[in-house]
């Protein structure tokens, strides 16, 4: 297993226009899903904090955590489609040729791609219809059609990535898009 803890990661020189155009958009995303996730971190000590020792938590505090985490998970995945560092049970494929190894790693990124795709549509057709309906969180009544929205831009960025992960892997003739 080979990990890094850097941000260097994997830098997009050396790689195709795809890759190079979503490399930073992806590093924003999962900035700002880390920057969301401190937030909430902050927020729920200062909620814990008062809880304990003024009786008096952050209302709602639980239902801003599952939104706030829903929106930095979805915004951390096309970074980590794009540097590979999806979890992987590659025990089955130690012992098989490079050239099976990387199509079944372009068949993977494939499926990642359709299901971001799919997951993406339904996710705003869910907007769409939250916002129709009306549909609100229970105790701070935040309408939940506006994450469900923030949510889509990741999962299209997501798809994208996926995209260029495939290309990376098999390049158009003629050179890298």
């Not at 801003?64 to 590979?84: D, Q, T, V």
């Not at 939940?144 to 992960?165: E, G, Q």
């Amino acid at each position: 297993m080979n990990e890094s803890l850097s941000f260097d990661g994997s830098s997009p020189a050396g790689h195709g226009r795809l890759y190079r155009a979503l490399y930073y958009p992806a590093q924003g995303f999962a900035l700002g899903g880390g920057l969301l996730l401190l937030l909430l971190i902050g927020m729920s000590l200062v909620s814990i904090v008062g809880r304990k020792l003024l009786s008096a938590p952050i209302r709602g505090d639980i239902e801003l955590m599952e939104i706030g985490a829903a929106i930095a998970i979805a915004a951390f995945l096309p970074l980590c489609e794009l540097r590979g560092a999806h979890i992987k049970v590659d025990a089955f494929t130690l012992a098989v040729s490079p050239a099976l190894r990387r199509l079944l790693d372009t068949f993977a990124h494939l499926a990642c791609l359709l299901v971001a795709l799919l997951l993406a549509w339904r996710t705003g057709l869910q907007a769409l219809d939250s916002r129709e309906y009306g549909d609100v969180s229970t105790l701070l009544s935040i309408p939940l059609w506006i994450p469900l929205l923030f949510i889509v831009p990741s999962l299209l960025l997501l798809a994208m990535c996926a995209l260029a992960r495939v290309f990376e892997l098999y390049p158009c003739p003629g050179g890298r898009p």
